[in-house]
């Protein structure tokens, strides 16, 4: 009973008053825990750039919490994807690597390494200048929890025009495989890439110009798509997307946001060669769309708002003195980052990703190989 009404934050601390109450809260979570949706995504930042100390934040009561991380300092490492309570973090020292991890209940799973990302360090030199390094930096995608046996992490990387690598992971591989796309169609150019999710077993990522594009593989074989729009693509490379759960008409899309207000949604596909269903949205269409200038409190994320489609430090919600109480800085506006910290006026400023509250046991049966 007492389970049924605890927030995420609360339900650690019942888990801390006694060994019966730590054995009902993992024995009785579907029962008696509230389900992930009624616990909104929170904000995790950073502000010292070789502190381990991170902040926590709840948009929807605009607490905050500060807990200290040793696994996640951030002189020698970088958040690179959030998702289903897990974060995938890339780490130079002593070696490098990749490993998942929860930063509530410190479970950690490690990856295999492929000295195809040895690029990824650059990530650390460059934290606050976005070069063109960045454009050849891996981005990557998750299929199902780390823990599910479906899993395939996905990243995939631009090389050139004419070429993109698609690097894959399955849960049980000790190694990455690995697959070149080539496309010379003048037409049809990569770009560098902004964000990738993955969606029905298919591969999605979009471009620095707007363009998307998709990729599954399966036992009939590997299928590579791209989504032909009418619209010029976006010439400046400011472009955000994010995945939107339209709960009415049972959809799951990506919005893709340019510069100039060009807006397009693409609902996702169960298969992919089914017809392709995209939505032109005018210029002063709020659908699926961020107030980024409200003032006041923020209000929870909209509710089509997929939070952890959001590439790894794309967006924030910033706070300011003016908005603050007896519990510190609370939530405004939402903000897009520029590059991959918070700007001068963002009362949290720092590096950010969004997380799903989610306490997630150690254990040793959760190791990729197993």
């Not at 930063?103 to 990302?117: E, M």
């Not at 063109?132 to 996905?154: G, K, M, Q, R």
């Not at 990506?254 to 269903?277: F, G, S, Y």
Request: aromatic share 12%; charged share 25%; proline share 6%.
């Amino acid at each position: 009973m007492i389970l049924r009404c605890l927030c995420f934050l609360d339900q650690l601390s019942f888990r801390g008053v006694c060994k019966q109450w730590r054995s009902a809260s993992q024995n009785f979570p579907a029962q008696y825990g509230r389900s992930a949706a009624d616990d909104p995504l929170w904000l995790m930042i950073s502000r010292n750039s070789t502190a381990t100390k991170w902040e926590f934040g709840d948009p929807s009561t605009s607490r905050m919490f500060t807990i200290d991380v040793p696994d996640l300092c951030r002189s020698s490492t970088r958040l690179v994807l959030s998702n289903h309570g897990w974060l995938l973090v890339f780490s130079s020292e002593p070696s490098p690597s990749l490993f998942f991890f929860n930063p509530f209940s410190r479970a950690r799973i490690d990856l295999p390494w492929t000295t195809d990302f040895s690029g990824m360090t650059h990530m650390l030199k460059f934290r606050y200048r976005r070069t063109i390094i960045y454009d050849y930096i891996p981005v990557f995608a998750l299929s199902a929890p780390p823990t599910s046996p479906d899993c395939v992490v996905y990243a995939i990387t631009y090389i050139d025009e004419d070429k993109i690598r698609i690097n894959f992971c399955r849960r049980g591989d000790s190694s990455w495989s690995t697959r070149r796309i080539e496309d010379k169609i003048p037409r049809t150019k990569f770009a560098p890439i902004k964000n990738a999710m993955v969606h029905a077993g298919i591969l999605y990522w979009v471009e620095k110009q707007g363009e998307v594009r998709a990729y599954t593989q399966s036992e009939k074989g590997e299928k590579y798509r791209h989504f032909k729009r009418d619209s010029k693509p976006s010439s400046d490379g400011n472009v955000c997307s994010y995945v939107v759960d339209d709960w009415e008409e049972g959809k799951v899309s990506i919005c893709v946001d340019c510069k100039r207000r060009r807006r397009q949604v693409i609902t996702l596909l169960k298969n992919i060669e089914d017809p392709i269903e995209i939505e032109k949205l005018r210029s002063d269409d709020d659908k699926y769309r961020l107030n980024l200038k409200r003032d006041g409190y923020a209000t929870p994320a909209p509710s089509w708002l997929r939070l952890d489609s959001f590439p790894v430090g794309s967006w924030c919600l910033s706070s300011s003195s003016s908005s603050s109480d007896d519990n510190g800085p609370k939530f405004c506006n939402w903000h897009r980052l520029k590059t991959n910290r918070c700007p001068s006026n963002c009362g949290l400023s720092g590096d950010s990703v969004w997380i799903e509250p989610k306490w997630i046991e150690p254990s040793l049966a959760i190791a990729w190989s197993s």
